[in-house]
């Protein structure tokens, strides 16, 4: 079975640029999670999509970030314009049911913002 | 917002030392409690998923156990090996929540050769 796929794996930008990050989950996914884990600190959710409608986006910074998942499938993370505090890895996560084995992770973007 | 925390931040040990981790969460509405295993530029890898009081489960060298009635549960490691070095992570989901994880800091561990 193929993994959830996250692209690109590294991005450099400078403060207040925008930047795109994208993930594929594994097929028949229907739940798609995105997480912020910034140096020294546990992943924290940014936004959960059931299909493709948003479960829960509380703690998204919602002024900067936005995302979006096209036809239940793909998800894009956007953040416009960038500050210095974003630096961290983006990791995107899915899952089958609610028995949490089905709970799989990418391998994370990384961003460093300067 | 939930308060998961572990410890220690870090943890640096010789190759064949065994150690252990803890992780706490809160003792109401528990559901479920993950840990992960997270390699620099990998996926986090799921060892545990865990769900009854008392459980103990094993992968290997590395056992976990739960306390729901208390809120913890300990992660051992039995003679470490440099390729157990990494940062573990636990997360608790509650009842309500969705199967939304929320995670502890982590524990770098270090094994030194």
């Known amino acids: 079975e193929a ?26 996914h229907a739940t798609l999670y995105w997480y912020q884990q910034i140096l020294g ?4 959710l940014l936004i959960q999509f ?3 409608g948003v479960v829960d986006d509380s703690q998204l910074p919602k002024d900067r970030f936005s995302a979006e998942r096209l036809k239940g499938v793909d998800s894009t993370l956007k953040i416009q314009p960038a500050k210095l505090e974003d630096s961290a890895v983006y990791l995107c996560a899915s ?5 949490g084995w089905g709970y799989t992770f990418g391998s994370g973007t990384r961003l460093t913002v300067v | 917002i939930l308060n998961v925390e572990q ?14 981790f803890t992780c706490s969460f809160p003792s109401s509405n528990f559901y479920a409690l993950h840990w992960y295993r997270w390699e620099t530029a990998k996926s986090p890898e799921a060892l545990f998923v865990m769900t009854l009081n008392g459980d103990e489960k094993k992968k290997g060298r590395i056992s976990a156990t739960l306390n729901t009635k208390e809120g913890y549960s300990y992660l051992y490691i039995k003679g470490s090996q440099p390729e157990d ?9 509650p009842l ?6 929320t995670f502890g800091g982590g524990t770098r561990l270090m094994v030194k050769p």
């Open chain 1, 3 to 28: 993994g959830v796929a996250q692209s690109p794996r590294y991005k450099i930008i400078e403060k207040r640029q925008s930047v795109a990050f994208w993930c594929n989950p594994i097929s028949g």
């Open chain 1, 41 to 44: 600190q546990g992943p924290k």
């Open chain 1, 50 to 52: 059931q299909n493709n």
């Open chain 1, 95 to 99: 899952s089958l049911d609610y028995s």
């Open chain 2, 7 to 20: 410890s220690p931040q870090s943890l640096h040990v010789q190759e064949g030392d065994s150690t252990n």
């Open chain 2, 85 to 93: 070095s990494a940062t573990y992570l636990c997360a608790f989901i």
């Open chain 2, 96 to 101: 309500d929540a969705g199967n939304m994880l």
